[in-house]
């Protein structure tokens, strides 16, 4: 019985050494990586893709077809000026970092402008809880208590 739990105590250190080696593989080389984003998880690079934030805003925002089709050409759209500023290194971080949110704003701006008045609301609390969350951790607050959110309906 005390050689099965030496056992197992012997294999969960030796994982818990290897897990940090294994991951370092998968990551791109620190002088690749960039800042980490705190921004909604459907705009940051790479974590979710143009058809699947369509689909996230679908069920949130009960989209039609046609508003669908035009949401995921806007969404790609900015996705690949995204890329390109990414990969753009005669910017400087600063003036990168301004011209992805001149992207943003105009990518949400557009596709405000698809919704109906109903739609519309919905977008301004969900683009009001972003706002709030980017705010709270700026300020160190991440780990204070979560607000509430309204209802989805």
Same mark, same amino acid.
């Given at each position: ?21 294994? +991951? +370092?593989?998968? +990551? ?14 459907? $705009? ?24 669908? +089709? ?36 105009? #990518? ?14 919905? $977008?301004?609390?969900?683009? #009001? ?19 509430? #959110?309204?209802?989805?309906?």
């Amino acid at each position: 019985m005390l050689k099965q739990h030496l056992l197992v105590l012997v294999a969960a250190g030796a994982l818990s050494i290897t897990a940090p080696f294994a +991951a +370092a593989q998968d +990551a791109p080389p620190a002088d690749q990586q960039s800042q980490p984003s705190h921004e909604h998880p459907g $705009w940051q690079r790479g974590a979710q893709d143009p058809a699947q934030r369509t689909q996230e805003l679908t069920k949130r925002l009960k989209l039609t077809s046609d508003q669908q +089709a035009k949401v995921q050409e806007i969404l790609q759209s900015s996705h690949s000026q995204m890329e390109a500023l990414h990969q753009d290194s005669s910017l400087s971080q600063q003036d990168r970092r301004t011209k992805m949110m001149d992207i943003h704003k105009g #990518a949400n701006d557009q596709v405000r402008a698809l919704l109906d008045s109903n739609q519309q609301k919905k $977008w301004d609390e969900m683009q #009001a809880r972003r706002e709030q969350h980017m705010e709270n951790h700026r300020s160190g607050n991440a780990g204070s208590e979560p607000q509430a #959110a309204p209802p989805q309906q």
